[in-house]
Structure formats: C-alpha cells, structure tokens
C-alpha cells in the first residue's frame, strides 16, 4: 500500500517558524490532511485541502504542497504547540481508501 | 455541536471478541463515510475500516480483513467495529471519525474521544 513518510521529530524555538514534511506518492493524487494530537488526547484536524484550517485553528498555522511532498508550517510556534503532528491523504494505490503518515513530534524550545 | 461517542472498549483475551460502538450526534450521519482508526500505545495513527452512506461499500486494512466488521445503524446514528479473533498486536485505543470527501479537501473532522481495547490474557 502506499506509504506517508514523515520526520519522527522536529524541534523549534519559542516563536520561530517550523516546517513538517510527509512525503509520499499518493501526495502527488491528493492533497494532505494535518491532525494535531497531545498526550491523551483525539487527533484535532489543523489543515487540509490546498490550505484550509478549521474554524477555530489559529491562522500560525499554514498547508503548502509541492510534487510528492506536503507541509504543515507553523509561524511563530508557541508552548502549546508542541504535541504530535500526522499527515493523511486518500490512497492513490487503490489498495485502501486512506493512509497515515508516521507521525511527527513537535517539540518548543 | 457535532460529536462522537465512543463505547465498548475493554480488556479482553487473545481469541475473544468484542463490539465497539459510536454514537454521533449534531449532524446528519446518514450523509457521510465513516472511518475507524486506531492508535497502538506509544505508535501512530493507523485507518482501519470505513464505510458507505448506505452500509453498501465497506474496506479495511489487511491486518483486520476476515476479522473484523465494520457496520452502521442510521436510523440511531451509529457507527459499529465488531472485532473478533482478537490478537494481542490489536491493543489500541480506537476512534471512530467522519469521513469528509470534498473539493476542498478530504479529511477526518470530528473524531471521538477514543475507546481503550487490550489484548491480553
């Protein structure tokens, strides 16, 4: 099945800019879908589509998408921030209809 | 306030079965795929199973498929995971999100608040 290939951690300093990148072929089909997720917590939808954020996802963060490879960009990343972020797209395989990446851990400095 | 509702998790022992369940509420869940998706302790997010407005078209990952069965009641708005033969590798906690297939994008929004399943004897 295709697979989603994302960085297993990523660190920034309080109020600088980050980028998470998942790679994959199916990116090159579909657009990714960024869920953030805390200790304990469900996954929150952050972005998806070319760059859309739910209502209520502070407008830090930012989608972008080039080829086989999408990026969740955080401007000016605060405490909270810091949690564990995963892409998703449909399958383009044909295989199954959804696929995750493997996840990255976002720590703040 | 669209919502979902997870319930039926437990410990059970390699081999058993159990049913998980979960209700939605706040929008109009005859409309939409559902997915469940499931998280190992300490691992990442993996899709498990999904299914069609109507119950008509159902898939699962390779790991669940003979297993487990993904199925819907609209008429009480919720979404079903009947897991049998259960292994030990199944331990997860598992969430049941809406499928959102659009123009302006495909994602899982809402998801619930998961429920635990432990494999063990």
């Known amino acids: 099945s295709s697979e989603l290939t994302q960085d297993p951690a990523v660190s920034v300093a309080l109020g600088q800019t980050v980028r998470i990148t998942c790679q994959g072929d199916s990116l090159r089909s579909y657009y990714a879908s960024w869920y953030q997720q805390k200790p304990g917590q469900a996954p929150v939808l952050v972005i998806y589509?070319?760059?859309n954020r739910p209502s209520g996802i502070p407008d830090r963060f930012s989608g972008s998408s080039s080829g086989n490879t999408a990026s969740l960009t955080i401007t000016g990343a605060q405490a909270e921030d810091e949690a564990d972020y995963y892409c998703?797209?449909?399958?383009?395989?044909?295989?199954?209809?959804?696929?995750f990446g493997g996840g990255t851990k976002l720590t703040v400095l | 306030e669209v919502q979902l509702v997870e319930s039926g998790g437990g410990l059970v022992q390699p081999g058993g079965s159990l049913r998980l369940s979960c209700a939605a509420s706040?929008?109009?869940?005859?409309?939409?795929?559902m997915s469940w998706v499931r998280q190992a302790p300490g691992k990442g997010l993996e899709w498990v199973a999904n299914i069609k407005q109507d119950g008509s078209e159902k898939y699962y990952v390779d790991s669940v498929k003979g297993r487990f069965t993904i199925s819907r009641d609209n008429a009480k708005n919720s979404l079903y995971l009947q897991m049998n033969s259960l292994r030990a590798e199944d331990t997860a906690v598992y969430y049941c999100?809406?499928?959102?297939?659009?123009?302006?994008?495909?994602?899982?929004?809402?998801w619930g608040q998961g429920t635990l399943v432990t494999v063990s004897s």
């Open positions: 706040g929008f109009t869940f005859s409309s939409y795929w």
């Open positions: 998703n797209s449909r399958d383009s395989s044909g295989n199954h209809p959804w696929v």
């Open positions: 589509g070319k760059n």
């Open positions: 999100a809406r499928d959102l297939i659009a123009a302006a994008g495909e994602r899982f929004d809402p």
